[in-house]
């Protein structure tokens, strides 16, 4: 079958891959829809902390069952959503609900390969129905997902000042549930034609352009006060850095973006403050079900985060293509 693997940072090329074997347990799906997301890009450029190459990418999926599973609710010919955590279920997180943080956690197209082919294994309990959803979206479910659970990590109080750092796809996808959670959001960028974008098109009123005046427009559109939430999914060491500047007294941080790096930050003002720090990551089954349910209710604008569209077979050129590009994908969907 037809695959596009990593080889190494910056190559990716097209291969003829054996199908899987059938497996106990687990489910053969077809897959029809890949999201190309920020971690393929970290993947195809060498920075992603948690990876070995050679790789087969691709984690944003959905695709149908082709055999397997039992019972009506995934019966052959079934669109899915893929969940492609794959969690031990013995783990302390696991026995706590936490399996997005399992302590063996295997990510599809990060720590195994993943879904740029033609056919692969998924865990019965790791596949959703997708109902009415399209293919296309359901391949975005799982990216907006990590957003969701990073605001249900918040715990987001309605009418609380938030600032989305970062206007890439995963804080697209925050600002988007913390706005339906009731938040007033700013987003913050350094592209201008990014925020121009996230204004126009996906209607956040409030954005900031980072760079030198970025703390003075805070506090401007604050009074001061500066922003009870801040999330920042830049996944770049000096914004999440510069981050802790914009909270306000008793507020709090949560880090979406990931980095093979260390930050700091200044003890005695987060101190000071009395600042909350969280981390969070990756998704479970209930921010899955949120957010099919926000997309099957027409809340989140899909189309416009949509940008660019390819097929399996043009990846190896249009990846590169795309990260050259001054007008880089919101979100990317490859078909099959």
Not at 99 to 120: F, P, Q, S, W, Y
Not at 147 to 171: F, K, M, T, Y
Not at 240 to 267: C, H, N, P, Q, Y
């Amino acid at each position: 079958m037809r695959a596009v693997v990593c080889t190494e940072p910056g190559t990716l090329e097209r291969i003829e891959v054996p199908p899987p074997d059938p497996v106990p347990g687990m489910v053969a799906v077809d897959i029809k829809a890949i999201g190309i997301c920020g971690t393929d890009f970290h993947i195809f450029k060498g920075l992603h902390p948690f990876l070995e190459y050679p790789r087969i990418m691709g984690h944003e999926l959905s695709g149908v069952v082709a055999e397997g599973a039992r019972g009506d609710a995934l019966k052959p010919g079934t669109p899915v959503v893929i969940n492609p955590y794959f969690s031990c279920g013995t783990c302390i997180a696991c026995r706590k609900g936490k399996t997005n943080c399992c302590a063996t956690l295997k990510v599809l197209g990060v720590h195994i390969d993943g879904g740029m082919c033609e056919r692969i294994l998924v865990p019965e309990e790791n596949l959703y129905p997708a109902g009415d959803l399209n293919l296309r979206d359901a391949a975005m479910i799982e990216f907006l997902a990590i957003g969701a659970h990073a605001v249900r990590r918040s715990d987001l109080e309605p009418g609380a000042r938030v600032l989305v750092v970062g206007a890439g796809p995963i804080g697209l996808g925050t600002a988007a549930f913390a706005r339906l959670a009731g938040g007033e959001v700013t987003v913050m960028d350094v592209s201008s034609r990014r925020l121009a974008a996230v204004r126009d098109t996906l209607g956040f009123g409030q954005t900031i352009e980072a760079g030198e005046s970025a703390l003075a427009e805070v506090d401007r559109l604050t009074g001061g006060d500066r922003y009870d939430l801040v999330f920042d999914a830049t996944g770049n060491a000096r914004a999440m850095e510069r981050s802790f500047d914009f909270i306000a007294s008793g507020g709090g941080i949560v880090m979406v973006g990931v980095l093979k790096a260390s930050i700091t930050f200044d003890d005695p003002e987060f101190h000071r403050r009395e600042l909350t720090i969280r981390a969070t990551r990756n998704a479970t089954r209930q921010d899955f079900e949120t957010v099919m349910s926000a997309v099957a209710g027409s809340h989140i604008p899909m189309d416009a985060i949509n940008t660019h569209r390819d097929h399996l077979d043009a990846l190896p050129d249009a990846m590169p293509a795309w990260l050259a590009s001054d007008d880089p994908p919101i979100k990317a969907i490859v078909t099959l």
